[in-house]
């Protein structure tokens, strides 16, 4: 079985600012794969980032990055240089050997002036 | 018309009421998805669809029915629903379900039953 804990229910940050969004995961799969997606008020789901299990590199999207620490169980979310449209709930998610997406409960982030 | 859209966003139904929630996507993939989201819990898988059939059906109650006439039309047919069948009704495509093929999402149908 897999398991997505994000454990920050709500952020602030302020515009310019970076900030980390945190994810772990638990998973017996050895090859699985690590998403982040964006909800804003509208409702849809914007995919924002992807890290395999055996990718030696961070992902880097733009001005996301995913900070991935294996050992940990960790693949949290960097956002860097925020903007006000960066205001939304964001998903951490995973699938592994079975395709099926896992997700987490969600980190609501609000960036101000 | 390009990525994954969903008709209707809103939708307000009575118990005894039946609806179809509608889904295409643009976007050539062949595996289609309905989630279900409610308050406060994590997004719930309901059912898969690979090349036209249904892969998984995570023991979604009878009341919901889905329908995939082809890879790019997805329905999810709605009947004697209840109170807490209320919330946002996704509905997302991949290229798969090979793992790892990120989902791209529609905009979601808002129901609430009354």
């Known amino acids: 079985a897999q398991k997505i804990t994000q454990t920050q229910p709500g952020m602030f940050v302020q515009e310019k600012e970076a900030v980390t969004l945190d994810c772990t995961y638990d998973?017996?799969?050895?090859?699985?794969?690590l998403f982040w997606y964006k909800q804003p008020s509208s409702g849809e789901m914007i995919f924002l980032i992807y890290q395999g299990s055996y990718d030696e590199q961070n992902a880097t999207e733009g001005r996301y990055s995913l900070n991935f620490q294996k050992a940990r169980k960790s693949a949290n979310l960097v956002i860097s240089a925020s903007q006000l449209g960066d205001s939304a709930m964001y998903f951490c998610a995973m699938t592994g050997t079975a395709s099926k997406l896992t997700f987490g409960t969600g980190t609501r982030l609000q960036v101000t002036l | 018309e390009t990525g994954v859209t969903q008709t209707p966003r809103h939708l307000v139904m009575g118990m005894t009421n039946k609806k179809s929630l509608k889904c295409e996507q643009h976007?050539?993939?062949?595996?289609m998805y309905w989630y279900k989201q409610s308050a406060k819990k994590p997004l719930e898988l309901m059912f898969v669809?690979?090349?036209?059939?249904?892969?998984e059906n995570n023991s979604v109650p009878s009341r919901f029915s889905p329908e995939c006439p082809n890879s790019s039309h997805l329905f999810l047919h709605l009947h004697t629903l209840q109170p807490e069948d209320s919330a946002l009704y996704l509905c997302a495509s991949s290229q798969g379900p090979r793992p790892f093929n990120e989902q791209y999402f529609g905009p979601g149908t808002r129901l609430t039953v009354t």
């Open positions: 998973t017996s799969d050895q090859s699985y794969g």
């Open positions: 669809y690979s090349l036209e059939e249904r892969v």
């Open positions: 976007l050539g993939h062949n595996a």
